[in-house]
C-alpha cells in the first residue's frame, strides 16, 4: 500500500526556515517524481515543486514565488521527500501536501498524496 | 506560466444531476490535464488524467474530455458523496499550475 506522511509542519517568524519531510512507502520511490503542492487557509492549490526520478538525476523544478527560498531533495536511503523553506514570509503559511507522481502514455498524475503538515508563518 | 480559468466558481445541484465543470488554459497544452477532488480538510483526490482516463477506482460517473485549450468534466448522475471542490491541474509545462477551483454543493 502507498503512503505518504509528512512531518515538520509548525510555526515560524517571517525570515525564519523549516523544513518538512515526507516518508514514502509501499513502492519505488526512485522511480517517481515527487512534487509539493499548498493550499493558504480558505484558498485554492498551489503547486510548489518537483523532484524528478532518479532516471532525471533528481533534478528539481518551483513556481517563481518560492524559486531561491524553497529546496527540495531527497533521501533514498531511507525513501523520504524533504522540503527545505528559507526566508519564509507570511504568505507562505498553508499546508503543505507531498504527492507521488505516476506516469504513462505521456500522461503524469499525482496519484498518491500525504494527509498535509501545517505551516504557519507568524511573529 | 500557463493560467487555467476554471468555471464556474461555485454550483448547486440536485441528486440525480448532470454537472459540467471547464477549465480554459492561456496556451494549448494537448492533453495533459488532470482532475482533482477536494473534500475539507482532506488531501486531493485524483479522478481523471490525460483529459479523459479514469483513475483506478473512481466511479465511471465521472469523465474527461478536451484537449489543447478547452476541457470539460462532466458528472453524470450526481452523487451525495461527490460535494466537495474539484480543481484541474495542468501537467504539460513547468509550473504546473491549478484551476481556481469550483466548489459542489447538493441542494
Known amino acids: 500500500e502507498v503512503q505518504l506522511v509528512e512531518s515538520g509542519g509548525g510555526l515560524v517568524q517571517p525570515g525564519g526556515s523549516l523544513r518538512l519531510s515526507c516518508a514514502a512507502s509501499?513502492?519505488?520511490?526512485?522511480?517517481?517524481?515527487m512534487d509539493w503542492v499548498r493550499q493558504a487557509p480558505g484558498k485554492g492549490l498551489e503547486w510548489v515543486g518537483r523532484?524528478?526520478?532518479?532516471?532525471?538525476?533528481?533534478?528539481?523544478e518551483y513556481v517563481a514565488s518560492v524559486k531561491d527560498r524553497f529546496f527540495i531533495s531527497r533521501g533514498d536511503s531511507d525513501n523520504s521527500l524533504y522540503l527545505q523553506m528559507n526566508s519564509l514570509k507570511t504568505e507562505d503559511t498553508a499546508v503543505y501536501y507531498c504527492?507521488?507522481?505516476?506516469?504513462?502514455?505521456?500522461?503524469?498524475?499525482?496519484?498518491?498524496w500525504g494527509q498535509g503538515a501545517l505551516v504557519t508563518v507568524s511573529s | 506560466a500557463i493560467q487555467m480559468t476554471q468555471s464556474p466558481s461555485s454550483l448547486s445541484a440536485s441528486v440525480g444531476d448532470r454537472v459540467i465543470i471547464t477549465c480554459r488554459a492561456s496556451?494549448?497544452?494537448?492533453?495533459?490535464l488532470g482532475w482533482y477532488q477536494q473534500k475539507p480538510g482532506k488531501a486531493p483526490k485524483l479522478l481523471i488524467y490525460?483529459?479523459?482516463s479514469l483513475q483506478s477506482g473512481v466511479p465511471s460517473r465521472f469523465g474527461g474530455s478536451g484537449s489543447g485549450t478547452d476541457f470539460t468534466l462532466t458528472i453524470s448522475g450526481l452523487q451525495p458523496e461527490d460535494f466537495g471542490t474539484y480543481y484541474c491541474?495542468?501537467?504539460?509545462?513547468?509550473?504546473?499550475?491549478f484551476g481556481g477551483g469550483t466548489k459542489v454543493e447538493i441542494k
Open positions: 504527492a507521488r507522481v505516476s506516469s504513462s502514455s505521456g500522461s503524469d498524475r499525482l496519484d498518491y
Open positions: 496556451q494549448g497544452i494537448r492533453n495533459d
Open positions: 490525460g483529459a479523459s
Open positions: 509501499g513502492f519505488t520511490f526512485s522511480d517517481h517524481h
Open positions: 491541474l495542468q501537467d504539460g509545462a513547468y509550473p504546473l499550475t
Open positions: 523532484s524528478k526520478d532518479k532516471s532525471r538525476r533528481y533534478s528539481t
